[in-house]
C-alpha cells in the first residue's frame, strides 16, 4: 500500500518562502512510470495542480507558479519537496502531494491527507 505524508510549518508570513515534504513509503519515487505531485485547495475553490516531479527527477510546473515554486527530491529519503517563494494570503490553501499513475490515462491513484498551510503576518 501506498502512502504519502506532508510534512512543515502550518503558517508562513507573507513574502516567505513556503517549504513542504512528502514522505512516500510502499512505494519507490524512482519507480517507472510515476510522478509524484503538489496540489493544493484554497478555501472554497477547486483543486489547483501546482507541479509534478516524475520518476527521472524531472519537474514540471503549472504556468502560473513557474516563477515561485520548485520540487525536489530526495531518494535516499524517499522524499520529495515543494518550496514556494514570495507567499501572499492567496496561497493559503491545503497542500496535498499525490502519485500519478503515467501508465495507460495518467490519473492520480494515492493521495496525502493535506496540510492547511495559511499565510498570514
Known amino acids: 500500500q501506498v502512502q504519502l505524508q506532508e510534512s512543515g510549518p502550518g503558517l508562513v508570513k507573507p513574502s516567505q518562502t513556503l517549504s513542504l515534504t512528502c514522505t512516500v513509503s510502499?512505494?519507490?519515487?524512482?519507480?517507472?512510470?510515476?510522478?509524484w505531485s503538489w496540489i493544493r485547495q484554497p478555501p472554497g475553490k477547486g483543486l489547483e495542480w501546482m507541479g509534478v516531479?516524475?520518476?527521472?527527477?524531472?519537474?514540471y510546473y503549472s504556468p502560473s507558479l513557474k516563477s515561485r515554486m520548485s520540487i525536489s527530491w530526495d531518494t535516499s529519503k524517499n522524499q520529495f519537496s515543494l518550496q514556494l517563494s514570495d507567499v501572499t494570503p492567496g496561497d493559503t490553501a491545503v497542500y496535498y502531494c499525490?502519485?500519478?499513475?503515467?501508465?495507460?490515462?495518467?490519473?492520480?491513484?494515492?493521495w496525502g491527507q493535506g496540510t492547511q498551510v495559511t499565510v498570514s503576518s
Open positions: 499525490a502519485r500519478d499513475s503515467w501508465g495507460g490515462v495518467p490519473h492520480v491513484d494515492y
Open positions: 516531479i516524475g520518476y527521472d527527477g524531472k519537474p
Open positions: 510502499g512505494a519507490s519515487i524512482t519507480t517507472r512510470y510515476y510522478g
